[in-house]
């Protein structure tokens, strides 16, 4: 059973930075995309950064574009969304994704993030 764990949300102030972990295992995940998603209050889910496991590639959302980065751990199965210049549009609950290429989808607890003006 493959089991998401996220970290790393808080408050932060507007132009300021964090790094979500996801912390994944249950699983080798070289035949899955990992993804962090987000939902605001009164909106619906939203994806904002894709990962391939096997290849690196990466995919971002529009709004997100030049202010955050996904990477993984070298050594350990964790991923990370590095985020920068924050905005209050940003304020959600972050989710992590991994999504097999037999279209089995997992989802973690989320993590909040609050950016304050």
């Known amino acids: 059973q493959v089991q998401l764990v996220e970290s790393g949300g808080g408050l932060v102030q507007t132009g300021g930075s964090l790094r979500l972990s996801c912390a994944a295992s249950g699983r080798t995940f070289d035949k899955y995309t990992m993804g962090w998603f987000r939902q605001a209050p009164g909106k619906e889910r939203e994806e904002v950064a894709r990962?391939?496991?096997?290849?690196?590639?990466?995919r971002f959302a529009d709004f997100v574009k030049g202010r955050f980065t996904i990477s993984r751990a070298n050594t350990k199965d964790t991923l990370y969304l590095q985020m920068s210049s924050l905005e209050p549009e940003d304020t959600a609950v972050y989710y992590c994704?991994?999504?097999?290429?037999?279209?089995?989808?997992?989802w973690g607890q989320g993590t909040q993030v609050t950016v304050s003006s």
């Open positions: 990962f391939w496991w096997s290849s690196d590639d990466t």
């Open positions: 994704n991994a999504v097999h290429y037999g279209g089995v989808e997992y």
